[in-house]
Every structure is written in C-alpha cells, then in structure tokens.
C-alpha cells in the first residue's frame, strides 16, 4: 500500500512510485526518470523497493521516487 502525504493512493497502471505520484497529480520534479539525476527525489517512510539502482544524491530519510517500484509498502510526503 502507497501513501501520498498520508493518503492512500491507488497504484493499479504504474510501475513506479513516480508514475504514481504524476497519476495523481501532485507536482513533483523530475527529469531523468532513470535514477541518475536525483530531481525526483521526496521523503519516505517505509521500505522502498528499488527497481532502478540508484546514482542520484538523496539523504536518509529520503527516495528517488522514479526508481522505486509501485508496489512498495511506503509513505510519500512531497
Ligand atoms: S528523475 Fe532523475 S533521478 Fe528520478
């Protein structure tokens, strides 16, 4: 189960947290979508599961959403 600032959002059609985020439409930066560029990235709590390895600076506490798979049980606050 994903949250958005604690909300739960419905994942079905994404593949990243990203994808997610985009769907319902809250604004958030992004450029590479690859886990490069580290524009994406947002604070989380949970365990993201990775899809992409990710090459971007984050800090703890913090995910590249464009590399974290949809189905991660995590809470996203943008
Ligand atoms: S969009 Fe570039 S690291 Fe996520």
Redesign the pocket.
């Known amino acids: 189960m994903m949250k958005i600032n604690g909300v739960e959002v419905d994942t079905r059609g994404c593949q990243t947290a ?1 994808d997610v985020i985009i769907k319902h439409g809250f604004d958030v930066a ?11 990235r947002c604070k989380v709590k949970g365990k993201p599961r990775n899809v992409k390895e990710m090459i ?1 600076f984050y800090t703890a506490g913090e995910t ?4 974290v798979s949809a189905l991660s049980d995590i809470d996203i606050y943008i």
């Open positions: 990203l992004y450029e590479c979508k690859d886990g490069v560029c580290g524009a994406c971007g590249l959403v464009c590399s």
